[in-house]
């Protein structure tokens, strides 16, 4: 399964969909030029020419290889992401070095040269965890490489125009 061959592989977890569960149960699915199977391991590895592609309902994680895991009835259930990363959900992106994708713990751990984008705001670290379940995403950072956030200067000023307006309403809300 080499050359411009595209497989798609479309894994489902199983069992009737409940609307809390319909994340967490939804298929995984992974497009890759070439797919290697290690049986005996429940291993699975998707490379190619291209970019492999895993889509988790409206989650995309985007790299040159996966290495993913699978269950007892072959739905994946964590994969590795390595080579220019990309983590999309909405209008947020996330690139990284690598990534790891936990079905059953709804997340997705993307590590090393994190950025987060969102809207017009870009934050940068070491770590980011992105919840699925939640739809949130916490970023750390370590002694080398803290946090930092950038926010476009348009938001700033709407953001201290709320706070002003916050704070008179505290003011006027005083005996």
Do not use: W
Request: aromatic share 4%.
């Amino acid at each position: 399964m080499t050359g411009g061959a595209l497989l798609a592989l479309a894994l489902a977890a199983g069992g009737p969909l409940a609307a809390q569960d319909a994340l967490q149960r939804a298929p995984v699915r992974v497009d890759a030029d070439e797919v290697q199977y290690a049986f005996q391991k429940r291993e699975v590895t998707f490379s190619g020419k291209r970019p492999v592609v895993l889509t988790r309902a409206d989650a995309t994680l985007t790299c040159r290889r996966i290495v993913a895991k699978t269950g007892e009835t072959g739905q994946i259930t964590s994969a590795v992401c390595n080579g220019d990363v990309r983590f999309v959900r909405g209008e947020r992106v996330v690139t990284c070095d690598r990534a790891n994708f936990d079905d059953a713990a709804d997340r997705v751990i993307c590590e090393g040269s994190v950025t987060l984008k969102d809207a017009g705001t870009e934050a940068r670290g070491t770590r980011l965890v992105y919840d699925l379940r939640a739809d949130n995403a916490k970023l750390e950072g370590d002694a080398s490489t803290p946090v930092t956030i950038t926010v476009p200067g348009h938001e700033i000023d709407q953001r201290q125009k709320l706070i002003e307006e916050q704070r008179q309403k505290k003011k006027e809300a005083r005996p």
